[in-house]
């Protein structure tokens, strides 16, 4: 089992400039998370996806958008990026258990490490 | 959520039992408290996860007391590897939508020491 993968791992952009991040869940997992980590700090909620579709958002603006695939991975974009977008990227998959209405323990990648001169 | 709130630091030496206290007074019925466990520049890894008393796995211990305001996460006998930043987290739980996004806060900075 591969695990949660993310990529790529490393990513130098330029302030204005559009990114896109790749997440493919761990086997058997149907519900993909995405956080931003800024250095020193705790991760940050950006969104959740189920069923191809944005279930819950954090506190971040619309320049951060995302998308699930059929296959349950996920993308990650960023628009119009700012010096203060520089962070590690995580994505963490789960199961949605529909018989008990909760999702199972977070399995969280590697990481994107995005940095914006 | 309720808050958390724990040590930022904390040292301790290789063999040694480690005990963080997390508090969360403000914990609802549908709240479990969750600890994760990250490595720098790794994400972070799932330890352990409670609802009330004690439960324990292959890695650590994990203490709720009745009234579930706070819980420790014990980790036996330490060594080098353990030296990591760990989140106390309050999930809830079973509110028909699906685990909310994960609240972190900033952690606790483990360092053990030969």
């Known amino acids: 089992d591969a695990g949660v993968t993310q990529s790529p791992t490393h990513l130098i952009k330029t302030r204005g400039q559009q990114v896109t991040l790749r997440c493919s869940p761990k086997?058997?997992?149907?519900?993909v998370s995405w956080y931003q980590q800024a250095l020193g700090q705790g991760p940050q909620f950006i969104f959740q996806?189920?069923?191809?579709?944005?279930?819950q958002r954090g506190n971040f603006p619309d320049r951060f958008s995302g998308h699930q695939f059929p296959n349950y991975s996920s993308e990650l974009n960023v628009n119009a990026l700012l010096l203060g977008d520089s962070a590690l990227y995580l994505c963490?998959?789960?199961?949605?258990?529909?018989?008990?209405?909760?999702?199972?323990?977070?399995?969280f990648g590697q990481g994107t490490r995005l940095t914006v001169v | 959520l309720a808050k958390t709130t724990q040590p930022i630091s904390m040292d301790s030496y290789e063999g040694q039992e480690v005990n963080i206290t997390c508090s969360h007074n403000n914990i609802a019925t549908n709240d479990y408290i969750t600890w994760y466990q990250q490595f720098p520049s790794q994400g972070p890894r799932f330890i352990i996860q409670g609802y009330k008393t004690k439960v324990t796995n292959e890695v650590a211990s994990l203490f709720i007391p009745a009234d579930r305001k706070s819980s420790t996460l014990s980790l036996p006998r330490v060594s080098l590897s353990d030296t990591a930043v760990y989140y106390c987290l309050v999930e809830r739980r079973g509110s028909g939508g699906g685990a909310d996004g994960l609240t972190f806060g900033k952690g606790t900075h483990l360092i053990i020491q030969p």
């Open positions: 963490a998959s789960s199961l949605f258990r529909l018989d008990r209405r909760m999702n199972t323990e977070a399995f």
């Open positions: 086997s058997g997992h149907d519900t």
């Open positions: 996806y189920y069923e191809e579709e944005e279930r």
